[in-house]
């Protein structure tokens, strides 16, 4: 891939990665806030700010790199910070809260899906803004989807390790949160591997039918 063909696939998914990065994290701190922790509230981590959530490695070079070369986008922003403890019942609402990030992508897949129907239906194909948004909103949906998929994987830290975790009767739920120091090289020995395709691949295409026959794509 060229470098134009690169700088053009950048400039389509930059505004849908902030967006997911951004909702996504500020989803957990706002749910954990509900559920009794203020921790993230108080830090100014619940905001829509993309900046108090990058990672300069995690969110921009490794999303860039990844969706460049590879058919997936990999990476991370910085985690909200939760006190497990500070909620009203820890065990249970530690769900609540990992699972407000792939939720809030999925909501963002539905708006995004809502933008691509309504530039089908109201921009000339043959102008150049209207394919340029059209292309974003499908990477929106893209993105989306693949952000929750990727954090529903259970492996912690990801939002699905830490909802097995709050799952799993307490004897097991500890020995298996023993295992977070080593997730990120399981993660990344995935993405080396191609055992992320693998994981993600069939749920990923799944997912992404299911809403374009939803929406009426072809």
Not at 178 to 202: D, N, Q
Request: net charge positive; hydrophobic share 55%; proline share 7%.
């Amino acid at each position: 891939m060229d470098f134009h063909n690169i700088l053009i696939k950048v400039l389509i998914y930059a505004l849908p990665v902030i967006f997911a990065i951004t909702l996504h994290e500020a989803a957990h701190g706002f749910v954990a806030k509900r559920f009794g922790d203020a921790t993230a509230y108080m830090l100014g981590r619940v905001t829509l700010n993309p900046v108090k959530h990058i990672d300069i490695l995690g969110t921009i070079v490794l999303p860039i790199a990844t969706a460049a070369l590879t058919p997936y986008m990999f990476g991370w922003a910085k985690p909200v910070p939760v006190n497990y403890a500070n909620l009203r019942s820890p065990k249970r609402d530690s769900l609540w809260v990992a699972f407000a990030g792939p939720a809030a992508n999925m909501i963002q897949v539905v708006i995004w899906a809502l933008v691509a129907k309504v530039l089908i239906a109201t921009v000339s194909p043959t102008g150049l803004v209207g394919p340029f948004w059209l292309a974003v909103a499908e990477a929106g949906i893209l993105v989306n989807v693949m952000f929750a998929l990727l954090n529903l994987l259970p492996v912690l830290p990801l939002d699905g390790g830490r909802i097995v975790a709050s799952l799993l009767p307490d004897k097991a739920s500890y020995a298996y949160s023993r295992l977070e120091p080593y997730g990120i090289f399981i993660l990344l020995a995935l993405l080396l591997t191609g055992g992320l395709s693998w994981l993600l691949g069939p749920p990923l295409m799944a997912t992404m039918g299911g809403v374009y026959n939803l929406f009426g794509f072809q």
